[in-house]
């Protein structure tokens, strides 16, 4: 809850079950994660339940535009807003504030190689769409 008050860095480790994964997999991608600077993120909180998700090697922040596609841009807009919420699980989602798709919120989400799928495709209950904070010192 710390972090809500002031940035800190924090890696997103996807939450996914493939074949032959499981804590180790994700202890692995966790790993790898925290040896390359592109792996570090700063969530920073806009207001109650909204964040801006910023890149600290690059200096970009995260954004989705209207077709649910996800890209980097240098100046913070709407589009960089997500919300963000805490699941039953533990895993956090986070989902474009402003737009949706077929009335549903599209979310941020990775598939099994790291790469992200369109928004209008994800669905809160995917695990591809589970993330989990952690601070970095």
Known sequence: RARRCCPSLVALCGHSRGAG???????????AALRCPAGIVEIRSVRVGVVAIR???TGFYLAMN???RLYGS???SPNCKFTE???ENGYNTYASLRWRHRGRPMF?????????QRGGQTRRQ???THFLPMLIS
Do not use: C, D, Y
């Open 55 to 57: 890149a600290v090697h």
């Open 108 to 116: 941020l989400s990775l598939n099994s190689k790291g790469r992200p």
């Open 85 to 87: 919420r805490i699941e």
């Open 66 to 68: 209207k077709q649910g």
């Open 74 to 76: 240098k100046e913070f």
């Open 21 to 31: 994964e499981g804590p180790l997999g994700e202890v692995a991608r966790l790993t």
């Open 126 to 128: 995917h695990l591809s």
